[in-house]
């Protein structure tokens, strides 16, 4: 008997002697009488009435297709901003995650969330279950408040957390494609995306493993296409309701869950004082019209739920809206393009299009995570085989530097890189100065071919040079790789030195990353 049909027969037997099972679709019986708590009449409303919307009414009537963009460049922003809107929501929150972690900052959220819900929100949450590390995260136990539901996509069906990877196996095509989706969409009016997910090494600087991103705020038009994006992952067959999963239900959970957000705010009522203090101060920037907008027009773009169900061959086929989009951007520009790409493997396709363009005249920035900021190095082992053509060819290539600890001056130093270990995880494009690209999507061939994606696509160029300059800064704390007798060479300035210095390795690696890094590197690219 095979090794697969031994591990299969494993895995379906255990279900016998007790173990919990869940529905992976809603065509399961066990849903049968499954009635949703939100419904379309919970969205009969006009967001343009919302508070949210009248703030900057004039400025949304003023042309027909109109939205405002803000960057949220630092993560103690994105944490805050999200609040705030949370407070300020009058109908309706949509929050749509690859990862929610158990940790402060999301607990943080959760109390926001269910203070929205006791006004009367209606708040839907949409988790991908790989993002909950095939654990019962407490944001699940919201699914208990009348105004709140919570669903999980593309979920494992045995519980048990020691089976995740043989259910794995046996339905590798399915599992091994996520949501990686980020969205959280506030009374149809503004949403943010980009590449943050929800924990706290994506919103506070200090903690030890810090990811250096990038959201923006939309308001007006471009949230209605959000909306409807959200919407079909909502109703898909495999976005399952969290009241089948047993642990979600736990009254003993939910009650101790409650317990501590109460015993948190009285054990530290100077620091919650404080926090309400800076959400209540963005909440009058806003209300004051002091929000950095840009305003312009724009357009939202997911791959469908679908995608994840695709047939091996069908997913090597695909080419979505969002990869026709980026080929149509990327084939009308003229001068040139700034690319910020946590996890960057354009193909041998993407690679060869990139040399015609830079040997028409359009000029690459490209900046990318080092071996030693990466926390891929199966990515990294594989973004080398395409560096040294882009180098040859012109473009200007950077990587990632490990941390602060390692800048010249604080004076380039964003906020959000304050930890011990900084890793890129933006996902942003300029194009001509003219047109912004910012999402989930990774240029590498898992948001290709597996993952499902979302991004945002805004023409305004007083929004797109922020974006810019934004990318630019980030140069000047990464390093510049160049080819010396054909080799990479990495030149950048540590603290203190009076003049920048280049190494023949990949800086603050050790020779065990860089063995690991090239044992990485057998593994096939389109699974990276």
């Known amino acids: 008997m095979g090794l697969l049909k031994k591990v299969s027969m494993f895995v379906f037997a255990l279900p016998l002697v007790g173990c919990t099972t869940v529905p992976t679709s809603t065509h399961d019986s066990r849903l049968a009488d499954y009635t949703p708590k939100i419904t379309a009449a919970d969205f009969d409303y006009n967001p343009m009435e919302t508070p949210i919307a009248q703030c900057y009414a004039d400025e949304l009537s003023a042309q027909s297709g109109a939205s405002g963009a803000t960057l949220i460049e630092d993560g103690l922003s994105a944490f805050v901003i999200r609040a705030a809107f949370a407070r300020m929501a009058t109908k309706t929150i949509d929050l749509q995650t690859y990862i929610y972690s158990n940790d402060f900052s999301s607990k943080v959220l959760i109390g926001e969330l269910m203070h929205a819900a006791d006004r009367g929100v209606k708040v839907r949450i949409l988790l991908d279950d790989y993002g909950t590390k095939s654990d019962i995260v407490d944001v ?8 709140i539901e919570v669903k999980v996509f593309n979920t494992v069906s045995n519980r048990a957390r020691f089976l995740y990877y043989p259910q794995f196996l046996m339905d590798f095509n399915r599992l091994n494609s996520r949501m990686h989706n980020k969205l959280f969409i506030v009374d149809n ?3 943010i995306t980009g590449g943050r997910n929800v924990g706290s090494n994506y919103f506070y600087p200090e903690t030890a493993s810090n990811f250096s991103d990038t959201d923006v705020l939309f308001i007006g038009d471009m949230t209605r296409y959000a909306t409807t994006s959200f919407n079909e992952y909502w109703d898909h067959h495999l976005s399952i309701p969290a009241s089948v999963f047993p642990k979600a239900k736990s009254k003993k959970a939910m009650h101790r869950l409650e317990k501590n957000l109460a015993e948190y705010s009285e054990k530290s009522a100077n620091a919650v004082k404080n926090y309400n203090s800076i959400i209540n101060m963005v909440m009058r920037e806003y209300k004051s019209k002091k929000f950095d907008f840009a305003w312009g027009r724009g357009k939202f773009l997911a791959d469908p739920p679908e995608k994840v169900e695709m047939t091996m061959r069908e997913k090597e086929a695909y080419r979505g809206e969002i990869i026709s989009e980026l080929q149509r951007l990327w084939n009308q520009t003229r001068r040139e393009v700034y690319l910020s790409a946590a996890y960057f493997v354009p193909g041998q396709g993407g690679l060869e299009h990139m040399l015609r363009e830079e040997n028409s005249g359009v000029h690459l920035t490209i900046v990318t995570n080092s071996l030693a900021s990466t926390n891929a190095p199966t990515v990294y082992a594989k973004w080398e085989k395409y560096r040294k053509s882009l180098i040859e060819s012109g473009a200007d290539v950077y990587e990632f530097m490990l941390s602060a600890e390692n800048l010249r001056g604080k004076e380039h130093d964003r906020e959000r890189k304050q930890s011990s270990f900084s890793v890129l995880h933006s996902k942003t494009i300029v194009f001509d100065d003219d047109i912004s690209w910012i999402g989930s999507f990774n240029l590498d061939p898992r948001s290709a071919y597996f993952n499902t994606e979302n991004v945002a696509i805004f023409e305004s160029r007083e929004f797109a040079q922020k974006l ?21 060479r990495w030149t950048g300035w540590r603290t203190g ?27 096939p690219e389109k699974f990276v």
């Open 140 to 147: 699940m136990l919201l699914n208990q408040h009348p105004n």
């Open 468 to 488: 810019r300059d934004m990318i630019i800064g980030d140069t000047v704390t990464s390093w510049h790789v160049t080819l010396q007798d054909g080799s990479p």
């Open 497 to 523: 030195d009076a003049a920048p210095k280049t190494y023949r390795r990949s800086p603050d690696t050790s020779v065990f990353r860089r063995i690991w890094k090239n044992i990485c590197g057998l593994v």
């Open 189 to 191: 009016i503004a949403y």
